[in-house]
């Protein structure tokens, strides 16, 4: 069965940088588009973008374009999700996701991570 | 961007009742609309997808229905295990949404 670990919880301060992985294991990586999705603390879910990991052709919502950058290593099965500069702003639990894309469409987001929370504190 | 609605955006239902979540897109998506399924302190996961289809493994008590802006779920009968925030997805363009959510509660 398809599974998505991430890496553990990130302490950091104002802006450091930081890049947080997602690793795809029981099907074929590159077969699939991995999604990023946000979680503020008590709030709903964003979406934030999504990298397709055959050819890397990444789509950003606007709201984060320009703030993070997403990128994959098909070699290893991982995503990565990454932060040069960051902002108290950013804290969160952020959740990769795979998904299926058939027919010329995406379907959902049909197997998530267990979730990376990212804390930034001065 | 395609902004999603839900209502209500808390229930409390006891066991054995029907309860209906509805979803309201801001324009026409056709069929491509997800709901998820989130409990406290857990990842989202995945329940319908294109509308009415029902993901592996999730109980039949839970189904979904609609097309073009409007949308629903239904969970009959409602367990104690349903207790949880559900929340729809339109994934007909891009930025992909998500609706604001549903909390249910069992009474």
């Known amino acids: 069965e398809a599974q998505l670990v991430q890496s553990g919880a990130e302490v950091k301060k104002p802006g450091e940088s930081v890049k947080i992985s997602c690793m795809g294991s029981?099907?074929?990586?590159?077969?699939?588009?991995i999604g990023w999705v946000r979680q503020m603390s008590g709030e709903g879910l964003e979406w934030v973008g999504m990298i397709n990991p055959s050819d890397s052709d990444t789509r950003y919502s606007p709201p984060f374009r320009g703030q993070v950058t997403i990128s994959v290593d098909k070699s290893s099965s991982a995503a990565y999700l990454q932060w040069s500069s960051l902002a108290v702003s950013d804290t969160a639990i952020y959740y990769c996701?795979?998904?299926?894309?058939?027919?010329?469409?995406?379907?959902?987001?049909?197997?998530w991570g267990q979730g990376t929370l990212l804390m930034v504190s001065s | 961007d395609i902004q999603l609605t839900q209502s209500p955006s808390f229930l409390s239902a006891s066991v054995g009742d029907r309860v209906t979540i509805t979803c309201r897109a801001g324009q026409g998506i056709s069929n491509f609309l997800v709901w998820y399924q989130q409990k406290p302190g857990k990842a989202p996961k995945l329940l319908i997808y294109?509308?009415?289809t029902l993901q592996s493994g999730v109980p039949s008590r839970f189904s979904g229905s609609g097309s073009g802006t409007e949308f629903s779920l239904t969970i009959s009968p409602l367990q104690p295990e349903d207790s949880a925030t559900y929340y729809c997805?339109?994934?007909?363009?891009?930025?992909?949404?998500f609706g604001p959510g549903t909390k249910v509660d069992i009474k």
């Open positions: 997805q339109q994934l007909h363009s891009e930025p992909l949404t």
């Open positions: 294109a509308t009415s």
């Open positions: 996701a795979r998904l299926p894309f058939y027919s010329g469409r995406f379907w959902s987001f049909d197997y």
């Open positions: 029981g099907y074929s990586f590159t077969n699939y588009w």
